[in-house]
T-cell receptor, first 114, second 115 residues
Framework: AQSVSQHNHHVILSEAASLELGCNYS??????LFWYVQYPGQHLQLLLK??????LVKGIKGFEAEFIKSKFSFNLRKPSVQWSDTAEYFCAVNARGGADGLTFGKGTHLIIQP | SQTIHQWPATLVQPVGSPLSLECTVE??????LYWYRQAAGRGLQLLFY??????ISSEVPQNLSASRPQDRQFILSSKKLLLSDSGFYLC??????????????FGQGTRLTVV
């Protein structure tokens, strides 16, 4: 079974600061990796995804993530955050080619102070 | 375009009462369907998934059950709610049949409070 660990449960940053949210997964096979975001009062939506190929993936709103296979990591980054990035961020993984759903981390609550 | 509908948005139910949450997907056929529960500080936990009508896989043994009576309809049920069933329930779908790489799309969720 897969497991996902997000290192920071609460992060507070000022606008224009750089962001990096850590995510590590545990699984013996090949995985797909995702970051989802839940803005206040909104539904969960996909930020970016990695299936194969270039390990550096770019998503919406200036976010990117890097898959480092040797470290079982998929950290989320943004060079300069905005107040509108305040949200809950979830890292998720599923087995490549499977339909058995996503395994999520516990989430990181990010607060951006103006 | 595809859309997912989940209702009700909020629900307050007494302990011991039954539960029925419904989720429907429009604009696609034969989707994979999922029920997740989000509890405070615990992330999202997969409860059930379905790859076809009448096919339900349970990830976590509990007081809940799921059914898929139609291709694009997924129902979460309980015969008798417990206090521990309180939480935020999310329905999701993915656009490909089993064996393909997918992402999941989520509904708005149902906030269930058992009192």
């Amino acid at each position: 079974a897969q497991s996902v660990s997000q290192h920071n449960h609460h992060v507070i940053l000022s606008e224009a600061a750089s962001l990096e949210l850590g995510c590590n997964y545990s699984y013996g096979g090949t995985v797909n990796l995702f970051w989802y975001v839940q803005y206040p009062g909104q539904h969960l939506q996909l930020l970016l995804k990695y299936f194969s190929g270039d390990p550096l993936v770019k998503g919406i709103k200036g976010f990117e993530a890097e898959f480092i296979k040797s470290k079982f990591s998929f950290n989320l980054r943004k060079p300069s955050v905005q107040w509108s990035d305040t949200a809950e961020y979830f890292c998720a993984v599923n087995a490549r080619g499977g339909a058995d759903g996503l395994t999520f981390g516990k989430g990181t609550h990010l607060i951006i102070q103006p | 375009s595809q859309t997912i509908h989940q209702w009700p948005a909020t629900l307050v139910q007494p302990v011991g009462s039954p539960l029925s949450l419904e989720c429907t997907v429009e604009g696609t056929s034969n989707p994979n369907l999922y029920w997740y529960r989000q509890a405070a500080g615990r992330g999202l936990q997969l409860l059930f998934y379905s790859v076809g009508i009448g096919q339900i896989s349970s990830e976590v043994p509990q007081n809940l059950s799921a059914s898929r009576p139609q291709d694009r309809q997924f129902i979460l049920s309980s015969k008798k709610l417990l206090l521990s069933d309180s939480g935020f329930y999310l329905c999701a779908w993915s656009p490909y049949p089993q064996g393909r790489n997918t992402e999941a799309f989520f509904g708005q969720g149902t906030r269930l409070t058992v009192v």
